[in-house]
């Protein structure tokens, strides 16, 4: 990083990693209650949808930013391409639909925070975030390798209750792909002007792709069982928003790699307190505090200047080349 300033940024990214936490929480049990992470999932983002519609619609700055967006994409000004980061998104909610219910927090955020780290060490490394490539450091390596021990620590034991060697595949696919998302929001926030159109188009395709998989798990026979009456479970969506809408602002910032590691303080630090209240013996126990403090200090270690150990400038210019 070259800016120091910029390392404030870090905090409201811890923010959206304790979104991402109640999020997880809620809509696991959401999907326990509908009986299918498919409904779980568009209920979550469906809510979402709603939001931010309401407060694009509302702002002056949303509808230009909608109005800007949609010039762009008729003159192919903007690849097209790079409004789907809303994908992405939908691979979270599924994975947690999926992987939390069954097999709890720890096999979610261990795989998961794997495949989101190698994702956002190659993305950050292309010219498809709006701040620029990120070589890779001796920091960014060392870093996230000490962040990867704490997150073993928490995770200790959770393959030794018959997890099926396929499950962690889809957190981790999940993770990897929020390097682009993180990627596409930012490049898209910066040519509208404006977060909200990110933040929406996110949810519009998102949605539009989680609708048609409902169709056709109700189309083969599976409709949802019941949908409860506690207002929390549909927060989901609420968590969502604000999740992608902060980390379109701060990306060009922080780079995919910090943003994604100053997210997973949140979301670690989130899930011992939803733990902590939920009187699981597991919250604060020494190895949960020495594994968030690695992961402290992993995002420090992440953060110190340094030259690329992976390339150099030669590597960063043959990657991937995408103009805004």
């Keep these: 990083m070259r800016s120091g300033p910029n390392l404030l940024y870090i905090f409201p990214a811890i923010a959206t990693g304790l979104a991402v936490s109640l999020q997880g929480k809620y809509n696991g049990e959401l999907t ?11 209920v979550s983002f ?9 407060v ?56 998961f925070t794997s495949g989101q780290l190698l994702g956002a060490l190659i993305v ?24 990867l021990v704490g997150v073993a620590i928490v995770s200790a034991g959770a393959f030794t209750s018959g997890l099926q ?18 990627a596409f929001n930012g490049r898209l926030s910066a040519a509208s002007g404006s977060a909200l159109a990110a933040t929406t188009m996110n949810f519009v395709v998102g949605f539009a792709a989680l609708a048609v998989g409902c169709a056709v798990v109700f189309a083969a026979g599976t409709p949802p069982l019941r949908f409860p009456s506690e207002p929390l479970l549909y927060s989901g969506g609420l ?3 604000a999740f992608i809408l902060v980390s379109a602002l701060i990306v060009p910032r922080l780079g995919v790699l910090i943003l994604s590691l100053s997210t997973l303080v949140g979301n670690m630090g ?11 013996e597991q919250a604060f126990t020494p190895a949960s505090l020495v594994s968030i403090g690695l992961v402290v200090l992993g995002v420090v270690i992440a953060t ?21």
């Design 46 to 54: 469906g809510g979402g949808l709603v939001l931010i519609s309401i």
């Design 56 to 111: 694009t619609a509302i702002l002056p700055a949303g509808r230009r930013a909608i109005a800007t967006t949609v010039g762009l994409l008729r003159s192919k000004a903007f690849p097209w391409w790079m409004c789907l980061g809303g994908l992405g998104g939908t691979t979270i909610v599924i994975a947690q639909g999926i992987t939390v219910p069954a097999f709890g927090v720890a096999v979610f955020t261990m795989s």
């Design 270 to 280: 989130g899930s011992l307190i939803i733990d902590a209240v939920a009187g699981s």
């Design 124 to 147: 950050d490394s292309t010219r498809l975030p709006a701040g620029g490539p990120k070589p890779i450091t001796l920091g960014r390596l060392v870093g996230v390798a000490v962040v």
């Design 32 to 42: 326990v209650e509908i009986g299918h992470w498919i409904y779980s999932a568009a």
């Design 165 to 182: 060697w396929w499950i962690p595949l889809i957190p981790f696919a999940s993770g990897a792909l929020t390097g682009l998302q993180h």
């Design 239 to 241: 968590f969502g928003v």
């Design 304 to 324: 110190l200047p340094g030259k690329p150990v992976i390339g150099g400038r030669q590597a960063v210019r043959s990657h991937i080349d995408v103009g805004s």
